[in-house]
RNA sequence: GGGACCGUAGUUCAACUGGUUAGAGCACCGCCCUGUCACGGCGGAAGUUGCGGGUUCGAAUCCCGUCGGUCCCGCCA
């Protein structure tokens, strides 16, 4: 059908009989000459249609459309110098056509341009449903080719370290904790259910079990949650397991991993090993267990002093367990206004979504006068206000804004209104550099935190995390008591304060195993029946441990610089996980559901 | 479950404080044009202002509901 791809042409093709196919990029009729671009997936190329090659095949010429499918034959020849275009590969050149074929003409509106000229921002909702569409733009063709050349590059550099990929099932077991189910009903077993896998964690244990050793997949997950835009309800896992290793060798192979494809893709090398942090020191420094330490303005706890001072929602913070703690916005004096922090200014919007009540501060002015509301400066007293300012580094011109509550609210609020700030105040570059690209292992995870809303114990990660040995101590007997206080061998790799995977080490002993899972809440009479082929192979020869797992869409969307999972994926969901193209999901037939044992009880609305 | 923003021609946008026949670019159709490359020129067609209701002499505009999209909170080990 063709002899050639259209960008792949040249000067030293010129002279040469070539077939092109490709799609109209777009025309330019002149009336005596007509040019076309015709572009296919390597590019874009100038067809020059001549009235004297043939009266017939120039009035089909004059008759198409962008978008249109053609295939041409002519003869590559040089453009006359002064109409060569730089801004082409292919434009030394161009091709004298000598036959025209339309092989699909396009009929009726096309729903926008694919022309990479229209720089128009296409609203999403016309982009999803006409998502074929949009994939020929150069953007998503140029994401989809990059995550291709990503996923080579991973199983590449797997294969060079000795794993191999195996698929586990995607009809399943329910786990345990987590995320919602989706469900899928069984016909042949009347009245049950499979799950789809929220990650393949217990399958590739099992291959461990089995003797694999060193396993990965690229793995379709499915959680049946709330979207955003760097989440959906099916999206892609790099998942990685490995026998006989420590929690050393497993993140030195994932650094390299990662090293690896930021070369590849981002032509960057980045500085190894990357830094790490523990849990305590992440949330204690800024908050949050995925920490963006591209720039300062971390938090600073400063109950000791709040706890003596009679500014009340200070000294009520520390007494009622919660906590006051405090970021130094440098030079912040001149770049924010106090209507921003008050009630309706953008800065206290942020800190409100969080479920902050506000933002109390203190300006810094010369000679370290501070400026504040009247409750905090008659309540400070000249110690109090020196030790402030010296732990937070304060100087003039500077502006320290606090949180004071139930401290996972303070470390939430503090959080997020640095990154605000940080995005505000420009102190992010964007540039691709190795300091621009800014990873960090979060180690040291508790094993368990409390729901208070459910009063138990949560696994923080998931109940197959090997507990810390120090921790946890050597005597069975006290395990259960040791463990709600155990940190766990797992850690978190964290890219510009995005979390970008995780794993652990995991329980090989079965015995650990159910009193992990007793912790949680789950008795050992449950964990034989949901678990129990589990906790078998674990007294079967279950050779110690541990793996990761990436959130593939999210490292392609940062690969490509893209600010929603939606552009790395070539067929996503909508917020409400809907597809747009096939109008998915949809009703069934009555049929399908009686052949399924279901029947429909629907809300009805009030 | 909750909060915020958005929906006008195929598409991207405009339409003042509620006031004549809802405008423009691109795309589409017709005519002209032999070196353009986001070609150019002249003309034309194209609208249930997402949908339903209300307020009003009068609604794209204000109010209520609803559908859809985006961002966020909850949720997501």
């Given at each position: 059908m063709r002899s050639n791809s259209c960008g792949d042409l040249r000067k030293e093709h010129i002279s040469t009989a070539v077939t092109l196919c490709g799609w109209i990029d777009r025309c330019r009729d002149h009336g005596g000459v007509i040019f076309i671009d015709l572009r296919d997936s390597s590019g874009t190329i100038q067809i020059t249609v001549d009235p004297d090659q043939g009266k017939e095949m120039f009035s089909i010429a004059e008759s198409l459309r962008n978008e249109s499918v053609l295939q041409i034959k002519g003869v590559v020849r040089a453009r006359p110098l002064e109409a060569v275009n730089s801004k082409l590969k292919t434009g030394e050149i161009e091709v004298l056509a000598s036959e025209l074929n339309v092989l699909n003409p396009v009929r009726g509106n096309?729903?926008?341009?694919?022309?990479?000229?229209?720089e128009e921002s296409i609203r999403e909702e016309v982009r999803l449903k006409y998502r074929y569409l949009d994939l020929r733009r150069e953007r998503m063709s140029k994401n989809l080719r990059t995550r291709h050349k990503t996923i080579r590059t991973v199983r590449n550099f797997l294969e060079e370290e000795g794993f191999i990929e195996i698929e586990t099932p995607i009809l399943t077991k329910s786990t345990p904790e987590g995320a919602r189910d989706y469900l899928v009903p069984s016909r042949v077993c009347e009245g049950q259910w499979f799950a789809l896998p929220q990650s393949p964690q217990i399958f590739k244990q099992l291959l461990m079990v089995g003797g694999i050793e060193k396993y990965y997949q690229i793995a379709r997950c499915f959680r049946d949650e709330d979207l955003r835009a760097d989440r959906q309800p099916e999206f892609t896992q790099l998942d990685i397991e490995m026998s006989f290793m420590n929690q050393e060798q497993i993140l030195d192979l994932n650094e390299r991993l990662i090293a690896t494809i930021w070369k590849n893709i981002k032509g960057v090398e980045l500085p190894r090993p990357f830094p790490r942090i523990t849990w305590e020191q992440a949330m204690h420094r800024f908050g949050t267990d995925r920490p963006d330490t591209r720039y300062g303005m971390e938090l600073h706890d400063i109950n000791d002093i709040a706890r003596s001072i009679k500014f009340k929602v200070f000294s009520n913070a520390v007494l009622s367990g919660g906590s006051v703690k405090c970021i130094n916005v440098k030079g912040g004096n001149q770049s924010i206004s106090n209507v921003r922090i008050k009630p309706g200014g953008d800065i206290f919007s942020e800190a409100q979504k969080v479920g902050a009540g506000g933002l109390a501060f203190i300006r810094v002015r010369e000679s370290n006068e501070i400026d504040t509301i009247g409750a905090i400066k008659e309540n400070l007293n000249e110690d109090q206000k020196n030790e402030l300012l010296q732990r937070t580094d304060a100087e003039p011109g500077d502006l320290i804004l606090f949180g004071a509550g139930e401290t996972s609210t303070v470390n939430k609020t503090l959080d997020r209104i640095r990154q605000f700030l940080a995005k505000e105040l420009g102190l992010i570059s964007k540039e691709n550099n190795d300091k621009n690209w800014n990873f960090l292992w979060v180690v040291d995870f508790p094993m368990f935190e409390f729901n208070s809303d459910e009063n138990r114990l949560e696994a923080l990660h998931h109940p197959f995390c090997a507990p810390n040995e120090e921790d946890l101590g050597h005597n069975p007997e006290i395990w259960s008591k040791q463990l709600p206080k155990s940190r766990a061998q797992a850690y978190d790799l964290v890219l510009n304060g995005l979390e970008l995977g995780g794993g652990s080490l995991r329980i090989h002993n079965s015995d650990l195993q159910k009193a992990v899972l007793k912790t949680v809440g789950i008795s050992e009479n449950e964990a034989i029946k949901q678990f129990g082929f589990l906790i078998e192979a674990l007294d079967m020869?279950?050779?110690?441990h541990g793996g990761l797992a990436f959130g593939l869409d999210r490292i392609m969307m940062l690969l490509m610089g893209e600010e929603s999972i939606r552009e790395a994926i070539a067929f996503p969901k909508t917020q409400q996980a809907r597809c747009l193209m096939t109008q998915a999901p949809s009703e069934t037939s009555t049929l399908q559901l009686e052949e399924l044992s279901i029947k429909m009880d629907l809300k009805t609305p009030e």
């Amino acid at each position: 059908m063709r002899s050639n791809s259209c960008g792949d042409l040249r000067k030293e093709h010129i002279s040469t009989a070539v077939t092109l196919c490709g799609w109209i990029d777009r025309c330019r009729d002149h009336g005596g000459v007509i040019f076309i671009d015709l572009r296919d997936s390597s590019g874009t190329i100038q067809i020059t249609v001549d009235p004297d090659q043939g009266k017939e095949m120039f009035s089909i010429a004059e008759s198409l459309r962008n978008e249109s499918v053609l295939q041409i034959k002519g003869v590559v020849r040089a453009r006359p110098l002064e109409a060569v275009n730089s801004k082409l590969k292919t434009g030394e050149i161009e091709v004298l056509a000598s036959e025209l074929n339309v092989l699909n003409p396009v009929r009726g509106n096309l729903p926008f341009t694919v022309s990479i000229h229209d720089e128009e921002s296409i609203r999403e909702e016309v982009r999803l449903k006409y998502r074929y569409l949009d994939l020929r733009r150069e953007r998503m063709s140029k994401n989809l080719r990059t995550r291709h050349k990503t996923i080579r590059t991973v199983r590449n550099f797997l294969e060079e370290e000795g794993f191999i990929e195996i698929e586990t099932p995607i009809l399943t077991k329910s786990t345990p904790e987590g995320a919602r189910d989706y469900l899928v009903p069984s016909r042949v077993c009347e009245g049950q259910w499979f799950a789809l896998p929220q990650s393949p964690q217990i399958f590739k244990q099992l291959l461990m079990v089995g003797g694999i050793e060193k396993y990965y997949q690229i793995a379709r997950c499915f959680r049946d949650e709330d979207l955003r835009a760097d989440r959906q309800p099916e999206f892609t896992q790099l998942d990685i397991e490995m026998s006989f290793m420590n929690q050393e060798q497993i993140l030195d192979l994932n650094e390299r991993l990662i090293a690896t494809i930021w070369k590849n893709i981002k032509g960057v090398e980045l500085p190894r090993p990357f830094p790490r942090i523990t849990w305590e020191q992440a949330m204690h420094r800024f908050g949050t267990d995925r920490p963006d330490t591209r720039y300062g303005m971390e938090l600073h706890d400063i109950n000791d002093i709040a706890r003596s001072i009679k500014f009340k929602v200070f000294s009520n913070a520390v007494l009622s367990g919660g906590s006051v703690k405090c970021i130094n916005v440098k030079g912040g004096n001149q770049s924010i206004s106090n209507v921003r922090i008050k009630p309706g200014g953008d800065i206290f919007s942020e800190a409100q979504k969080v479920g902050a009540g506000g933002l109390a501060f203190i300006r810094v002015r010369e000679s370290n006068e501070i400026d504040t509301i009247g409750a905090i400066k008659e309540n400070l007293n000249e110690d109090q206000k020196n030790e402030l300012l010296q732990r937070t580094d304060a100087e003039p011109g500077d502006l320290i804004l606090f949180g004071a509550g139930e401290t996972s609210t303070v470390n939430k609020t503090l959080d997020r209104i640095r990154q605000f700030l940080a995005k505000e105040l420009g102190l992010i570059s964007k540039e691709n550099n190795d300091k621009n690209w800014n990873f960090l292992w979060v180690v040291d995870f508790p094993m368990f935190e409390f729901n208070s809303d459910e009063n138990r114990l949560e696994a923080l990660h998931h109940p197959f995390c090997a507990p810390n040995e120090e921790d946890l101590g050597h005597n069975p007997e006290i395990w259960s008591k040791q463990l709600p206080k155990s940190r766990a061998q797992a850690y978190d790799l964290v890219l510009n304060g995005l979390e970008l995977g995780g794993g652990s080490l995991r329980i090989h002993n079965s015995d650990l195993q159910k009193a992990v899972l007793k912790t949680v809440g789950i008795s050992e009479n449950e964990a034989i029946k949901q678990f129990g082929f589990l906790i078998e192979a674990l007294d079967m020869g279950a050779p110690p441990h541990g793996g990761l797992a990436f959130g593939l869409d999210r490292i392609m969307m940062l690969l490509m610089g893209e600010e929603s999972i939606r552009e790395a994926i070539a067929f996503p969901k909508t917020q409400q996980a809907r597809c747009l193209m096939t109008q998915a999901p949809s009703e069934t037939s009555t049929l399908q559901l009686e052949e399924l044992s279901i029947k429909m009880d629907l809300k009805t609305p009030e």
